[in-house]
C-alpha cells in the first residue's frame, strides 16, 4: 500500500513540477495563461494515475505536452524510466505512412511480409481515420501537416494505441483490418512486439521486380549528399539533417558542391528536404550562399526545393531563408512548420519518474511578421502508395518536366 501512495504521490508531484517548469521557462506560457485544455488535462492526470501504468502515464504527459501548441514540446522516456518498466516498450510488427490515397504498410517484421503494400482501413476498434484523428491531439507539432507527416510512426505504438481507444488496456494483439483490390477488407490480428531502434522516414519500395530506389530514397540516412543528372541538366542535393559530419563538415560539403556547380553550369538546381527533421541551423550559411550564388551567376537557372510535412525545425529555417531571399521555387507538399515558430527544446527531468520533457524556450523569426502556417509549395504534388511502391518520386519527377532541361532540346 505503501508502495502505491508513493506511486500516486510521485506522477502528481511530476505534474505539478511540470507546470511550473512550463511557466518557468516556455516562450509564450512565461508571460501569458496556460492554455485551459492544458490545466484540464493536467487535473484529470493527476486522477487517473492508480488506473495507468508508467508507460501510459508517459503517454499521457506527451498529450499534456501537446496542447502547448508547438512542434519542440514533448515527453520522451529516460534510460532511468526505461529500465523500471516491467516491460520494454511495445509495437505493431508493422510500419505503417500516410499517402495521398490512405494509409500503407510500408515495412514489416519477419513473418508479417505478406501485409506490405496493403491500406489498413481499421486498427483495433476504430477507423483509420478515426484513429488518425485521434492520435493528432497527443503529436507535438506547428501545424496539420507535422501532425500528419507523424501520425502513422505514433499509430505504430502499443500506448498510443491505447490511449485513443484502439485497444483494451494492456492487451498483447490487436486486430487489423486491410483493403482488397476487389473492394473486400481481410482482418488479421497480430501480436505487439518490442520497440526496434530509430529508423529512416522512408525506405525504398520492399516489393519484388521493382526498379532502382529513386533518388530522393538512395540515401535517406546520409546527412548530405548530391549527385549531377547530366541529362536534364540538373545537379540534386539532399539534406537529412543539418549536423556536421567527422570527415566532411556541413561547410566542406557546401565548397564541394560550389566546385561541382562553377564547372558544370546546371540549369536546375534541385534542393530536397522532405526528410530533413532538423539539426543546427547555424550550421546554414554556407549552403545559403551556394544557392544565392549559383542563382545570381546562372541568370537562367533555377533553384528548386523539394518540402513536404516532414521538413522541420532547422529545416523550416533553411526554407524560409530560401524564401525571403534566394528566388527559390517550392515543390511537394505544405512544410511541417511555419516560417516564425517556438523553437529549442530545454530538456526537464520529472524528478520522481525520470521522464524527460522538451521545453521550448525561443522564438525563431525567420520572416517578419509572418503568420503563414506553412511554406505552400508552387509545384504542389503528392505520392501516392501505388507510385511509392513502383519506387518512383513523383515530385522529382514533375521538377525535372517542368524546370529541367532534357538532352534532346541542347543544341
Keep these: 500500500m505503501a508502495q502505491t501512495e508513493s506511486r500516486l504521490e510521485g506522477w502528481r508531484s511530476d505534474i505539478d513540477f511540470l507546470r511550473s517548469a512550463v511557466v518557468r521557462e516556455h516562450y509564450v506560457f512565461k508571460t501569458e495563461p496556460l492554455p485551459k485544455s492544458f490545466q484540464k488535462l493536467a487535473e484529470e492526470l493527476k486522477g487517473s494515475v492508480s488506473e495507468f501504468n508508467d508507460l501510459r502515464m508517459l503517454v499521457e504527459v506527451q498529450h499534456l505536452m501537446a496542447t502547448l501548441g508547438d512542434g519542440h514540446c514533448s515527453a520522451t522516456p529516460s534510460l532511468k524510466f526505461i529500465q523500471r518498466l516491467k516491460a520494454p516498450p511495445q509495437e505493431l510488427p508493422l510500419r505503417l505512412h500516410g499517402f495521398s490515397n490512405g494509409l500503407f504498410v510500408i515495412d514489416a517484421n519477419p513473418g508479417f511480409e505478406k501485409w506490405i503494400s496493403r491500406r489498413i482501413t481499421r486498427i483495433g476498434l476504430l477507423s483509420a481515420d478515426q484513429a488518425s484523428q485521434r492520435v493528432a491531439d497527443y503529436i507535438p507539432k506547428d501545424n496539420v501537416h507535422g501532425g500528419r507527416w507523424l501520425g502513422p510512426v505514433f499509430l505504430g505504438y502499443h500506448g498510443y494505441l ?88 556541413i561547410e566542406a560539403f557546401a565548397a564541394r558542391l560550389e566546385q561541382d556547380l562553377r564547372r558544370l553550369r546546371p540549369r ?37 526545393v523539394l518540402i513536404g510535412p516532414g521538413t522541420l525545425s532547422a529545416a523550416q529555417i533553411f526554407i524560409s531563408m530560401l524564401d525571403r531571399g534566394a528566388e527559390a521555387i517550392f515543390a511537394g507538399e505544405p512544410s511541417g512548420s511555419k516560417p516564425n515558430f517556438v523553437k529549442k527544446q530545454n530538456p526537464v527531468e520529472l524528478p520522481w519518474s525520470d521522464v524527460i520533457v522538451n521545453i521550448s524556450n525561443h522564438h525563431h523569426e525567420t520572416i517578419p511578421r509572418d503568420t503563414r502556417q506553412w511554406i505552400e509549395p508552387e509545384l504542389r504534388v503528392e505520392m501516392s502508395s501505388a507510385e511509392y511502391f513502383a519506387n518512383r518520386d513523383p515530385v522529382w519527377e514533375a521538377v525535372l518536366v517542368k524546370y529541367g532541361t532534357p538532352a534532346k532540346s541542347k543544341n
Aim: glycine share 8%; net charge negative; hydrophobic share 40%.
Design 162 to 249: 491505447e490511449a485513443i481507444g484502439c485497444i483494451g488496456k494492456e492487451m498483447g494483439e490487436i486486430t487489423l483490418a486491410f483493403s482488397n483490390a476487389d473492394g473486400t477488407e481481410s482482418a488479421a490480428s497480430v501480436d505487439f512486439a518490442p520497440m526496434q531502434n530509430k529508423r529512416p522516414p522512408l525506405i525504398p519500395s520492399r516489393l519484388p521486380s521493382v526498379p532502382e530506389a529513386p533518388l530522393h530514397l538512395r540515401h535517406v540516412t546520409s546527412n548530405y549528399w548530391f549527385e549531377v543528372i547530366p541529362s536534364h541538366e540538373a545537379v540534386y542535393v539532399q539534406l537529412n539533417q543539418i549536423v556536421n559530419y567527422p570527415n566532411e563538415s
Design 268 to 304: 536546375l538546381l534541385g534542393i530536397d528536404v522532405r526528410y530533413n527533421g532538423g539539426g543546427n541551423a547555424d550550421l546554414l550559411p554556407p549552403v545559403l550562399r551556394v544557392i544565392r550564388e549559383f542563382k545570381a551567376r546562372e541568370q537562367n537557372g533555377k533553384v528548386v
